[in-house]
């Protein structure tokens, strides 16, 4: 037997190294990736959603009497425009909640239709700045960029112009459902109405 057998050439030994090597860097790879992934979906689970929003939010009821100035956002669940924009209403929310009342009123829920239609909601989101009376002091309709809402809280926490007053971004439609109508006519007005037309009638 020589000594240089091939089981023990250093060549294979160099490339079973190698291989070890390379099969460690793959396990490490696969291993932060793992955990990269375990973060990223975390991450995204944790951020603000419209419901938790609304069960956060202070009663309009409340927020009307509290002496408080008031954010109110007129919004859907199905809106997109709403739900890209809930991570920057909830982190306002946490850093203005002692000053502001925040305020979610879902269009979808017919409750809310006087307020709808004293704001003129045609669009949404639609945000309404409330001084600490309840009075509407400005509007803003559709995406806005967190630092100009921050920037009209600030001003609203002061009682001063808000800098921003009518700002208008990107929005979801939508119309607000009008009030029926009595389908029924007073009768006085109908013999009125009846008399008109028996009257053309005979002409």
């Excluded at 929003?53 to 409340?62: F, G, H, I, K």
């Excluded at 017919?110 to 949404?124: A, F, Q, S």
Aim: net charge negative; aromatic share 6%.
């Amino acid at each position: 037997m020589s000594t240089n057998s091939p089981v023990h050439s250093p060549e294979k030994s160099e490339s079973k190294v190698g291989a070890r090597v390379r099969n460690f860097l793959i396990a490490i790879v696969a291993i932060a990736l793992s955990i990269a992934l375990v973060l990223g979906l975390r991450t995204e689970t944790t951020s603000a959603t419209l419901s938790q929003l609304d069960e956060q939010s202070t009663p309009l009821e409340v927020a009307l009497t509290n002496t408080k100035p008031s954010f109110i956002e007129f919004y859907a669940n199905w809106c997109s425009v709403c739900q890209k924009m809930a991570p920057d209403i909830a982190q306002l929310e946490q850093q203005y909640a002692d000053k502001v009342n925040f305020v979610m009123l879902n269009v979808d829920n017919t409750k809310w239709l006087p307020e709808m239609l004293r704001y003129r909601v045609d669009g949404i989101p639609h945000f309404v700045y409330l001084n600490k009376d309840g009075e509407a002091i400005a509007q803003a309709i559709g995406d806005q960029p967190r630092t100009i809402m921050s920037s009209n809280l600030e001003a609203l926490v002061a009682d001063s112009p808000l800098p921003y007053a009518q700002a208008s971004g990107r929005v979801s439609q939508f119309n607000a459902p009008v009030a029926p109508t009595s389908t029924q006519d007073d009768p006085r007005s109908h013999g009125r109405v009846v008399s008109k037309e028996n009257s053309l009638e005979e002409s």
